[in-house]
Structure formats: C-alpha cells, structure tokens
DNA sequence: GTGAAAGCGCTAACAC
DNA sequence: GTGTTAGCGCTTTCAC
C-alpha cells in the first residue's frame, strides 16, 4: 500500500504539494500538478478512504438500507437512486439487516434512505441526532433531520377502489400485508374510505405480510370461509398472485369466482393469467427524486418533499 | 457528535480505558466497564468508522460490487453472502457502476466479491495489488489475490444439451448472450461440445445481450430464418422468454414449432406458458459458500475453490 | 487497572 | 507556489 508520503518522496516534494496536486487546488501549477499525478498513477496510489473521511469528517457517500433483496420492488428504486447520486458525484452503498446498523451507528456514510420496517423508529430517531439527513420510504416520522419521501398509497388504493365499485362488485374483503406498516395501513386506509364513501361494508379481512405463500394460506381461508366475498383487494401483488395461483388449482376461476387486485405492479403481474390490475409506480422516477432531495440536504439547500404517485393499470383481473 | 473524549471527560477516566471497556478488554472490571457501556449509551456515542478504520487498518466489511439491481438473478446471492458474512461479524456493503470504482479504489472494505462484467480484468488486477482477497464470480482469471468461484456453466449446459439431443431435435441454434462474458463463453462450449459428440451440427447463431428485449428482436429474426430450426438454447431465461412471448404472438406453439430453454431458472420461469425448461442455481448456497471463502481468506488461512454446480429442471419448454 | 502518548493517512490553515 | 504542521477520532504500546 503506498501513500501520500511516496508520492511526495518520488516527486520530491511535500505532501501537502501531493495532496493539493491531486484535488486539483489552482494554486499548483498544471505542470507540477500533471507530473504528481502521473506519479501517483505509476505507483498506484489511491487516498485512503479512512484517513479522508477521518479528516474530512464526511464521507461523500449515501447509505441505502433496505429489508432484503429478495423482494422484485427495489431494483429500478436503487437503479434511480443510484443514478441520480453518481450524477451528483456522490458513491452509494447498499445494505440491509445487521450490516445496516452497523454502518448507520458508525456513520459510515453522509445521508441515508431508509426502506426497512426491519430498523425501528425509536434507532432511527436516535441515530438522527448524529446523523443527518435521514430519509425514510417505508414510513410516516416526524423528527428534526428525518424526511418522508413515501408513496402516496391512500390516494391510489381509494382510485382503484372507486374503479371496482363502479363496476358492481359489493362483497368487497381486503388481504393485509405486514401489519402496522406504513404501506399496509395507508393502502387499507385509501381502500376503507372508497368503501365506506359507497355506503359498503366491509365484508371480510385477511392477514398476511406481502409474500406469495402467505397469499397460498390465505387463499384456502377463501376457500373455507361462510361469508359471500366477489373482491379480494390485497395490500400488494405477490400476496394476490399467492391467491389467485391457489384459487385457480382449487378449481376457481378468476375473475368469475372471485376478482382480485394488487398493489406495486411487480413484473410478474402482467405475465399471469388473468394479467393483475394493480397500481403501479415509478420506482426509477422515485428513486431519483429522493436522491435529488437528498443531495440538496447535504448541501443544506431548503427543500420541498412530495408524496410520490401510484398509476392505476387496469388488466383482467376483475 | 461525540467522542471518545467526551465518555471519558462524563466517566471520569482516560480516553484508553474507555476505548479499552468499550472493547471488552479484559483488564477492565466489569463494574467500571458497565458503567461506561452505560454512560456512552446515554450520550449517545458510537465509535466513529473512519477513526477506527485509519487506525486498524482494516474496515470489518465486505464489498459485493454488481452490474446492476435490475435483473432477476442477485436477490439469493446477496442474501446468502450477508447471511454467511453476518454470522461472522462481518459488514456487507453492495455497489454497483461508479460507486463500486470508488469504494475498490479506495480500500473501503477489506475484501470484494465481483459479479460485474463492467470492471476490466485489468481494472482488477491493478486492484488486486493494494486490496485483497477479491473473489470474482464472473470472469476466470488468474492472479495473485484474485479468486474464481464461477458457476460450472459448460458441465450444465453440456447436460442440458445432450437431453435435448436425446429428445431428438435435430435443428439446434444457439441464442447468445453478452459476447465474451464467461457467462455466454461457457455455456456456448457447453453447449458445443455436446452438439459434436452427437455429431450434429449448429444450424445458427443468434447474438442477445441476456435481456428480454433482445429476446424479442431475436424472435423476429427467428420468424424470417430460412434455415430449418426446431430447437432453440439460449443463454439465459430472459431471453428465452422474450422469445417465447414473441413467438407465440405471432401465432407459433411452444414446443409444437420450435422447443427452446433457458439457463438460471428464474422465478418467471415456472410461471409462464409453457413452463420454461432451464438450469437452477441455487444462489443462496452459492453466496454462503463464496462468502465462506472470503472469511477464510480475510484471516489468511488456506482454501480450496470450487465451481458452483447448476441442476438440470426440466419443465414444458420442450 | 489506568493513563500518556504515538501515530494511522490524510486535509488545510498558516507561514514563507 | 510550496512546505510545515496540527489534528480528525480512534487503538495500542508502554509506563506506572
């Protein structure tokens, strides 16, 4: 591992000559400048990380912290972070789980997004004291340096709610993901409005957390349950897909027997048959708003933070 | 901010006695180590990763650099690197384009698991010299540092070929991924090889990029050969499904007019119609297993590298 | 059992 | 235009 010190005793020069040179600093003149960074390049040498951020106290680089990569939501979210951020000269690293903690308690990066019902609001609000700008997809908090970037998910679940009861369906049950989730609770909220704005009731709820083969479970409770239900609203697709997948090997038809929706529009959406109706958003578009929110942060620059908009995709399955 | 100072100054002792209880150092009573445990949890102190980096030398964190979030294939194998690497204290932090080039060249992890084909060879083992060990995932290549656990693409791929030889297809073209990836390299040689001990010969090439939509273009291309083609391998599942989707829009039977595979296995896989015959890895093994390496090779002991094997699935596709 | 002090590799204020 | 130097926040050697 080489240093500033070898750059500066093969150029014959301090390291302070070494370290303007390298940054750039007009002082140094271009020729100086050329021949230290040619030197630094032949030797191999990178400024340590460590030592500049130490120095430097920050780290030009934005932590993402998300609950897994298993989901099929976060790619084009990351992807538009990511390309928002390398635009604005910022490093981004990902993480999730433990490793999240870890790098959010030693400050192992400038800024933060979170996307992790996993990290509580109490770490979260107790890590912003040291640790600014934080902002968070995955909830609603208030607090001095914590920004909600989430997507407006009442406003979408009550459109496509209007939309199913304008085409006549009346025994209406909604599928929970997680519960006390931002996502979850904010999507039933939109969905209960529609409802009660109609003068429906709500016939049935089911309980799962956003996977497929929690949809599996509760597609047999379906299949068992006493109450006349025509409408599954699900608090996101894998869950309707889940459903749809164990109804139709029950020897159920979609969307005679039952109609269904989901929520996020994951891929997979289009591809069954009957393709999902669902609310899609823009993972990319979102992705690089909040980057672009969180850069000006950085930069102490004021800043206004909308809720991001879901898209209503109407296909077959109701 | 607080520091080390600041426990010491409300503790009462020095600096080193509190980096010393902080660290469970033996040497430190457990009734004076509690008691600073206790006093830097209230004023909220966390050690600061650049300070503790500089110093020792080393970061306790892992760098997993990945062309991009956007395609089906990371999720398990990302999943499987944190859940090996967390079992062993160590951070994991995940990048991708620019920001991999910045946390390499900078030494922000003490090793690197590689799966993108846009960093060089030569990138590499420049790298390689100040920042070891990396395990590439990607790529063969020798060198000092350097580590290859690829998946036994040409094993696979010469099995899956010779059941389709046996199956009786005659007409076999090939769909190419990204040229000169190992990915494509292999389960081209694969291929081949199983092609020529039964004597047959390739009846065409198409060149893709492994994603869907050039799956597409190549269906189109497939739709005006001139050659007869009964059977088409391709590099990968998207873009078989691609392909398929295309062809069967335009009013051709899967497997009636044309047999074809897959290699990965993606979820989407078993979803459509018909089901995609294809190659499983199981990237959750396969990352615990190269995260395994890695912690190996961090503390200097010696290993063996093997090849990750893929399993045979077959399914409708032909 | 505890403390003083050196030093990790940088940046930047200051001196010349 | 260049060099000297302090110091970022820690860990760890060496005294006591």
Redesign the pocket.
């Known amino acids: ?5 070898d ?2 005793k093969v150029a ?12 750039n ?5 271009d020729i ?2 050329d021949r230290i960074k040619k030197i630094a390049s032949e030797i191999g ?4 990380a ?3 951020n ?4 920050n780290t030009d680089t934005v932590l993402v912290a998300i609950s897994d990569f298993g989901g099929p939501v976060y790619h084009e979210l990351l992807d538009g972070i990511h390309y928002q951020l390398a635009k604005n000269g910022y490093t981004m690293i990902v993480s999730t789980g433990v490793s999240s903690d870890n790098l959010l308690k030693e400050r192992s990066a400038d800024g933060a997004i979170i996307t992790d019902i996993h990290i509580s609001d109490e770490t979260l609000t107790q890590l912003a004291k040291n640790f600014r700008p934080i902002i968070v997809l995955d909830r609603s908090l208030k607090d001095t340096n914590i920004y909600n970037m989430t997507i407006d998910n009442h406003a979408a679940m009550f459109e496509l709610t209007k939309d199913i009861i304008s085409k006549g369906y009346k025994h209406i049950a909604f599928v929970h993901g997680v519960k006390d989730t931002y996502d979850n609770s904010t999507r039933f909220s939109g969905f209960l409005e529609a409802i009660q704005k109609a003068n429906l009731k709500l016939v049935k709820e089911y309980y799962g957390n956003f996977t497929k083969p929690s949809g599996v479970i509760i597609a047999h409770e379906i299949l068992k349950a006493t109450e006349q239900i025509d409408m599954l609203v699900c608090a996101n697709d894998e869950m309707a897909i889940g459903i749809i997948e164990t109804l139709q090997q029950n020897g159920k038809e979609i969307p005679k027997d039952y109609g269904i929706c989901g929520f996020d529009d994951i891929e997979l959406s289009s591809y069954i048959s009957p393709k999902l109706t669902s609310i899609k958003i823009n993972h990319f578009e979102w992705g690089k708003a909040v980057a672009k929110t969180l850069v000006h942060l950085l930069k102490d620059e004021d800043v206004i933070t909308k809720k991001e908009k879901g898209i209503l995709k109407i296909r077959e399955s109701y």
């Open positions: 591992m080489s240093t500033i010190k750059v500066a014959g020069c301090s390291i302070s000559t070494v370290s303007y040179a390298l940054n600093d007009k002082r140094i003149p100086t400048a040498y990178f400024p340590s460590a030592a500049r130490l120095k430097k106290r």
